[in-house]
């Protein structure tokens, strides 16, 4: 079962923008994290930008901060990730996920989301991905 859709990828050029949108179904509503990870051809999958569900906090992986924003709409259960300023280095395929996981000994709720969004491992729910190609 498809509980997230990921679209709005595409090819650029350098120095333009794209938004790209997940929406969410609402079986896995109630999650406690969201957010936005990539994967480029050889490389690792990072953590790219994510919120909390309730308070809205934010956090960016660094090569992206002040160009990316993630950003949701409740009515239409979508979160969104504009990315300006692109570069060839944000070639790749981007997934949304959602995750349930406590923090397993007390801290704060921006300390648990930087360490969730810093590791892919253990989300619970993935979107099958959207390509974004930033090329000349």
């Known amino acids: 079962q498809v509980h997230l859709v990921e679209s709005g990828g595409g090819l650029v050029q350098p120095g333009e923008s794209l938004r790209l949108s997940c929406v969410v179904s609402?079986?896995?509503?109630?999650?406690?994290?969201i957010g936005w990870f990539r994967q480029a051809p050889g490389k690792l999958r990072e953590g790219v930008a994510c919120?909390?569900?309730?308070?809205?906090?934010?956090y960016y992986e660094d090569s992206v901060k002040g160009r990316f924003t993630v950003s949701r709409d409740n009515v239409r259960n979508t979160l969104y990730l504009q990315m300006n300023s692109l570069t060839p280095e944000d070639t790749a395929v981007y997934y949304c996920?959602?995750?349930?996981?406590?923090?397993?000994?007390?801290?704060?709720?921006?300390?648990?989301?930087?360490?969730?969004?810093?590791?892919?491992?253990?989300?619970?729910?993935w979107g099958q991905g959207t390509q974004v190609t930033v090329s000349t």
């Open positions: 996920a959602a995750d349930y996981l406590v923090p397993p000994i007390p801290m704060s709720d921006t300390d648990y989301l930087s360490r969730r969004c810093s590791d892919s491992r253990a989300w619970d729910y």
């Open positions: 919120m909390s569900r309730t308070d809205g906090n934010t």
């Open positions: 609402e079986f896995i509503s109630d999650y406690k994290r």
